[in-house]
């Protein structure tokens, strides 16, 4: 079908730097919540318009995220499988696939048989100087591809593993076109302004050779004593992360007051972890579910979550980049991972904008380390300049420092752990003298700014047209067109339960039953085959019950 998106400034002028590049290789750095799968997807559509034969291939970061593109895609009229494997055809009526950084490093050369003349978009590409066979991987299966489209939410390095397709500059990955934190906030409408209550402490611990040290966050101490200091603070055993989830929890409850679904999200350490702060946060009477990277359930718990009206989710691995919960509006981070990228990431999960709610601050609660409190100095320096910038414009007043395996075996404990002062939200990290308007209200509610400029509607050509669709809403339930992925794994699930049934009613061992039934429908294969090929297969198999 034709259609008719809508951008945003940056991602129409992105589009045409896009298109006016020479260059297979195109890098865009926005700011999470800024769009930047509407640009790709949009990119992908307006290049189907000229190149209607290409495949598509998605590499996302995650297992979880590879559904989210499927879904994605589908809006696109795009029709993507999240279940493809290298020893597998691609069936015919799938415009591509969506894959991860892991299993392109798994099978590249199977990748690179689909890759030639593809049009590849890696999300979130510094996941590729993660490991070097990543990297290499990536190299190996897409070299071949008309057009690869990288995406970043925040600029980035790779030092020890450069990544392929892309240009450095002093080690830096060199964007094509980059839109900021700054930027978004400037244009209104388009990610939430962040604040970040820092809260500091007084910890006591037993270092790994059963030494005892104590220490403010204030103290200058060295690397390895200041990991120690904060595994202390965010340790169960202590007082300070109760009280910080108490305060994130009076904080949400005030926000719910305007934002009845407005959600919370505690990033944890691990598991253990985890687990402990769900019980702290039931003591306070919140509830909370648990998602976690290792759990096979985790993104059935996530979407839920999102589409819910619960207060917490408390995550580990699973919720740093590229997942969206718009409604999150206060996080307590409870990490010891204090990269900037990482934290970066972190604040990605809360500014995501949305329209109709007001004036719509988040607030996240971090240790007052001098690392993040670095980090956080800069975002919150540009989100001053960008809302004072705001209201000139309208007038309006409305290092991965993660203790070691063998830290588990020594004689490390943390023992004790208090808060020494009220957070003032991130005020004093860089103060703007006499500011006469609350610092969280740009503008008035609106909606996006740039809704009604008719340069920004973009009609895309008809989708390139594969196998026939047979989408029956009284054979398979639900909408009349649901993605095709979904409806292969549905018409998959059907066809498994016939060939039971088949089974038991015939005595014949299952593989007979498929290859029978494989025969009379045209199937080669049930993982390869379309989706008209799959309802046949089940009419077939109908057929042959009612026949015995």
Known sequence: MALSVRLRPWQKAALDQLAGSQSPDFLAVATPGAGKTTFALTAVRVELGYQPNRRIIVVAPTKHLKTQWAE?????????????SASERLPSDLHGLVTTYQQVASDPAGLARM???AIVVLDEIHHAGD??????GVREA?????????????????????????RYVGGQAEPDFEYGYADALGDGGVVRPVFFPRIDGHMEWVDTEGSVHSATFADDIDPVRSAQRLRTALSLEGEWISEVLSRANERLDEVRLDHPNAGGLVIATDVEHARGIVDVLGQLGASARIAVSDDPDASRIIAEYSSSADPWLVAVRMVSEGVDIPRLRVGVYATTTTTDLFFRQAVGRFV????????????????????LREVASRMAEQRRHSLKRRQDRFESESDRQVLGDDEQLSLFAALSSTVLDDEDDDAELTPVPDTPWAPWVAVADTNEPFADDPELLLDLAPAPRLGNLNTSQA????????????LRRRLRDDNSERVRLLVRATGLEHPAVNMELNRRSGVHRVAEATVRQLQNRLREADRWLRSI
């Open 131 to 136: 490991d070097r066979a990543w990297g290499d």
């Open 142 to 166: 897409f070299h071949g591809a008309a057009r690869r489209i990288s995406l970043s939410g925040t600029p980035f390095r790779s030092d020890s593993n450069p990544i392929p397709f892309l």
């Open 115 to 117: 890759a030639g003349d």
């Open 475 to 486: 054979e398979h339930g639900g909408p009349a067109t649901p993605i095709r992925d979904e």
């Open 352 to 371: 995501r904008w949305q329209a109709g709610i007001g004036a719509q601050p988040a607030w996240l609660y971090i240790p007052d380390d001098p690392r």
């Open 72 to 84: 994605a895609a589908g809006r696109f009229d795009l029709h993507l499988t999240a279940d493809w």
